[in-house]
């Protein structure tokens, strides 16, 4: 028997699973340990309800950690439950869903508990790239803890509730928590990029069960796909004037105007999430320029560059992707690399990996030019000599080494005003245009924005049966 149906661990796996699912196991599981009193103290399920049931009807397991006991520390009886559920998932091909609210590492049991803590990453790590691992945060997660959300694939957080960190705000030297909150869930949102989104404990609970239904519940279902009920030679409109946002592109080729954002909060210049095409799944990445709100007002605006933070993120959600045969669809939109000095100290070696996921993924890569690609940024954002199997441009798109004018006053830097708009001209009409570039073959269609939709659904098809073999390794660097 569980701890009862009325405490907080029950109610989170109630309101995240399909009505009468939930099938617990190991619940006359207790504390192995009788030091420090122990023996006396009453520990059901060790602090952590662990069973299997259904999100939308795919099986899913699930663990719920039940700060009534002990503060839902981990000890050892309680890891090992949560390492049998993995255990079980993977045999079984289906997610992992952690539900955590934890006070940390159990003190009473020391080296046992720390172990077994051990086990819990052993299992995250084996379970990774085979069956999707989402994590909530909706209390306590700290120190070690702390590394659980980091190992799974996605992770949200209750936004007034949750704290998550490796060493607590007061314990960082310069920093108090009225300073700067490192534990809040806004800030590892918005800073670290631990976290894909937060919410209200109602909103992360329905934001998990969307995410178990656009994915593949393994890596040996060849992706996901469902039935579209969406017209797939839609026109798409609006897209000329909206196209900063990637947001609004990606919501109007998807089926039913369906995007799943993740990271939401961290590094906007780059949106990643997924969509739907003829109903199969796809992630997008995008370079972003502008953010609107509901009502169609500008939010926020970048320059059309790529980031260490933003390559990050669309590096390791494009290895998700080929992990799970997902394809990948990325929006183009970069002229260059952001320019600072806390970038710079980053930037090559996020282009590294980014280029290395692209580059590595065996998935369907599509790549769509919204605006500008020139340079090596647009070589890293899936270009077609990177391995993309097709490339779309919309017709007032640029590419080339960079901007015309910024060529021209490089190769006639002691030239007049009028020459350099004159050699500016002669460059963007022999460099600059899609045109050129599709002579060459380095993009296969340019596309009307209207019919942006009946082209990516088209090539989604068309890819569908991709094959290909890769060089023996035991696995990349990067």
């Not at 069973?51 to 397991?61: E, Q």
């Not at 539900?99 to 819990?120: H, N």
């Not at 169609?296 to 390559?311: D, H, N, Q, T």
């Amino acid at each position: 028997m569980s701890n009862g149906n009325d405490n907080q661990a029950m109610q989170r796996i109630a309101g995240l699973l399909d009505e009468n699912s939930f099938m617990e196991i190991g619940s006359m599981i207790t504390a192995r340990s009788t030091d420090f009193n122990l023996a006396q103290t009453d520990t059901p399920s060790d602090g952590v309800i662990t069973g299997h049931g259904l999100v939308n009807g795919n099986l899913v397991f699930v663990y719920a950690q039940d700060p009534s006991v002990l503060g839902g520390t981990i000890g050892e009886m309680h890891a090992k439950k949560i390492a049998a559920i993995y255990d079980m998932a993977i045999r079984m091909g289906a997610p992992v869903i952690g539900l955590i609210d934890c006070a940390g590492i159990r003190l009473q049991e020391s080296v046992d508990a720390l172990e077994a803590c051990s086990l819990i990453y052993a299992k995250q790590a084996a379970a990774s790239g085979v069956i999707p691992q989402i994590c909530g945060v909706f209390g306590n997660c700290g120190g070690g803890l702390a590394v659980i959300p980091a190992l799974s694939d996605f992770s949200y957080a209750v936004a007034d509730k949750a704290k998550l960190f490796i060493n607590s705000p007061d314990a960082i030297d310069g920093n108090r928590k009225e300073k700067c909150d490192t534990s809040a869930a806004s800030y590892q949102s918005a800073e670290t990029g631990t976290l894909d989104g937060t919410g209200t404990e109602d909103e992360i609970l329905e934001k998990i069960r969307e995410l178990v239904c656009i994915l593949p519940a393994n890596n040996a279902e060849s992706g996901a796909s469902s039935e579209c009920m969406d017209d797939l030679n839609r026109a798409c409109g609006s897209l000329d004037t909206m196209k900063g946002d990637p947001r609004y592109v990606l919501s109007e080729v998807s089926d039913n105007h369906v995007f799943l954002e993740v990271k939401a909060d961290y590094a906007k210049d780059m949106v990643a999430g997924f969509i739907r095409l003829d109903g199969m799944t796809v992630g997008a990445v995008a370079n972003c320029t502008e953010i609107y709100d509901a009502q169609g007002s500008k939010m926020e605006e970048f320059e059309p560059v790529l980031s260490a933070r933003g390559c990050n993120k669309a590096a390791e959600f494009v290895s998700f992707c080929d992990a799970f045969e997902i394809p990948v669809l990325s929006l183009t939109n970069a002229k260059g690399f952001k320019s600072t000095l806390c970038s710079e100290k980053n930037l090559a070696k996020a282009l590294g990996r980014l280029t290395c996921a692209f580059a590595s993924a065996s998935v369907p890569k599509i790549n769509l030019i919204m605006d500008k690609a020139y340079g090596s940024a647009y070589a890293v954002m899936n270009a077609k000599s990177l391995g993309a199997d097709i490339v779309y441009a919309w017709p007032d798109a640029k590419t080339g080494m960079m901007d015309a004018k910024l060529a021209a006053k490089i190769m006639y830097a002691d030239a007049s005003g009028d020459v350099i708009e004159e050699k500016a001209a002669a460059y963007d009409a022999l460099q600059g245009s899609v045109e050129k570039a599709a002579a060459r073959g380095y993009i296969d269609r340019i596309i009307d924005y209207p019919e942006t939709r009946k082209y990516l659904v088209a090539a989604i098809e068309m890819l569908y049966t991709k094959r290909i073999e890769q060089p023996g390794k035991k696995h990349g660097t990067k």
